[in-house]
């Protein structure tokens, strides 16, 4: 039985991909910390260090663009594993990416994991 993170954890996740869907760039930012590492299958593939999350935006949207993928949409249904140790958390999340390439529509399905540390801010 997968147990539910607590709610503050499901928040940060649910803001950083509610600003990926609405493609706002500030909502999205705001869900990071000063501590970013991102891996994603696109060029340089691996954003680490102080605002990685606004360079990887910045280069995800460039290629979406450049590709011609518009209507980019992930959405999760379930969570197949989350640990909360202390202060850091591990979250598995399968879930679908939807877009349309050229104007037809296609779905790829993944897994993101989130590994999240609280931070006083």
Do not use: C
């Amino acid at each position: 039985m997968v147990s539910e993170p607590p709610a503050e954890i499901k928040a940060v996740i649910d803001k950083a991909l509610d600003g990926f869907n609405s493609k706002n760039a500030a909502t999205y930012d705001s869900a990071f910390g000063d501590d970013v590492v991102i891996v994603d299958g696109i060029a340089p593939y691996r954003w680490t260090g102080p605002n990685a999350q606004r360079r990887w935006f910045a280069d995800a949207e460039k290629w979406a663009h450049d590709l011609g993928v518009t209507d980019e949409k992930i959405a999760y249904e379930n969570i197949a594993h989350s640990q909360v140790v202390g202060t850091s958390a591990y979250v598995v999340l399968p879930a679908t990416l939807s877009f349309a390439l050229k104007g037809r529509r296609r779905d790829r399905r993944g897994i993101l994991i989130f590994t999240l540390a609280k931070q006083d801010r």
